[in-house]
């Protein structure tokens, strides 16, 4: 990247500058054409994207390097072996520089078309609001996914009252600054709405499309999600019932 951008994307503080988060693991034949699709997305917009490679071994991590040549705004990012789509996102939000955070999924199932409305969402929401996610419909995937989804999704509903219907969608857009302050652990991307929350802020929703992807199949897949479900959920409700009061803060002089 070359240091006229960086110093453009620093110029652009206030203006809503973007951070595009990408956790990718053997996706070599999908990054190319979505990260041509962010760049379409996101015209007109300060902006630069961090792909995290999360320990590939299908020629991602080349891949990524000749396509960062030629596009100043790409950051690539390697984990040599793989710790897990939330890691990676944590590895991307580490090294992020925009005041907002989108998250999108390196399999081409999200459409970045809907980064701007999510980005939208959250100005038009105000500084009370820190998390514009996305809900999908229509969803694609095979049916015990989306049977597992669904069923996921109405129990965490349920004892998180985060009134989100899909917490599990890659599609969001995160105030950075907030972002840094949520507890972290394997699988917080699927709690990111419940987490926000419990910070004070709010969270506002976009429905937004699936679709298929183009190649391969999924790296992370039901059952490992499913074993560590039940404890996950019950650990962000024991973090959401210690958080008794959010302190109103003003200077006093």
């Given at each position: 990247?070359?240091?006229?951008?960086?110093?453009?994307?620093?110029?652009?503080?206030?203006?809503?500058?973007?951070?595009?988060?990408?956790?990718?693991?053997?996706?070599?034949?999908?990054?190319?054409?979505?990260?041509?699709?962010?760049?379409?997305?996101?015209?007109?917009?300060?902006?630069?994207?961090?792909?995290?490679?999360?320990?590939?071994?299908?020629?991602?991590?080349?891949?990524?390097?000749?396509?960062?040549?030629?596009?100043?705004?790409?950051?690539?990012?390697?984990?040599?072996?793989?710790?897990?789509?939330?890691?990676?996102?944590?590895?991307?939000?580490?090294?992020?520089?925009?005041d907002v955070v989108a998250t999108i999924?390196?399999?081409?199932?999200?459409?970045?078309?809907?980064?701007?409305?999510?980005?939208?969402?959250?100005?038009?929401?105000?500084?009370?609001?820190?998390?514009?996610?996305?809900?999908?419909?229509?969803?694609?995937?095979?049916?015990?996914?989306?049977?597992?989804?669904?069923?996921?999704?109405?129990?965490?509903?349920?004892?998180?009252?985060?009134?989100?219907?899909?917490?599990?969608?890659?599609?969001?857009?995160?105030?950075?600054?907030?972002?840094?302050?949520?507890?972290?652990?394997?699988?917080?991307?699927?709690?990111?709405?419940?987490?926000?929350?419990?910070?004070?802020?709010?969270?506002?929703?976009?429905?937004?499309?699936?679709?298929?992807?183009?190649?391969?199949?999924?790296?992370?897949?039901?059952?490992?999600?499913?074993?560590?479900?039940?404890?996950?959920?019950?650990?962000?409700?024991?973090?959401?019932?210690?958080?008794?009061?959010?302190?109103?803060?003003?200077?006093?002089?």
């Amino acid at each position: 990247m070359t240091q006229s951008y960086l110093e453009g994307l620093a110029a652009s503080k206030g203006s809503l500058a973007v951070t595009v988060i990408v956790p990718a693991k053997d996706e070599a034949e999908n990054l190319p054409i979505l990260l041509d699709e962010i760049e379409t997305a996101l015209d007109g917009r300060r902006f630069e994207v961090i792909v995290v490679d999360d320990g590939s071994s299908d020629g991602t991590d080349i891949v990524l390097q000749d396509y960062a040549a030629s596009h100043d705004w790409l950051r690539p990012i390697r984990h040599e072996s793989s710790c897990g789509q939330s890691c990676a996102v944590r590895t991307g939000l580490q090294h992020a520089r925009g005041d907002v955070v989108a998250t999108i999924d390196g399999d081409g199932e999200n459409n970045p078309a809907y980064i701007p409305d999510l980005l939208d969402a959250l100005e038009a929401a105000g500084p009370a609001v820190a998390l514009a996610a996305g809900q999908r419909l229509g969803r694609k995937a095979s049916l015990a996914k989306r049977y597992a989804s669904k069923f996921a999704n109405k129990i965490r509903g349920a004892i998180l009252r985060d009134n989100t219907r899909d917490s599990g969608c890659g599609l969001k857009a995160l105030r950075r600054e907030i972002f840094l302050q949520l507890p972290y652990f394997d699988s917080w991307h699927r709690f990111l709405p419940a987490l926000v929350i419990r910070e004070g802020y709010g969270v506002t929703h976009i429905d937004v499309q699936d679709r298929q992807r183009r190649h391969g199949t999924s790296k992370y897949g039901i059952f490992d999600r499913a074993l560590v479900g039940i404890l996950d959920l019950a650990g962000v409700w024991w973090l959401r019932r210690r958080r008794k009061k959010i302190p109103e803060v003003r200077p006093l002089t």
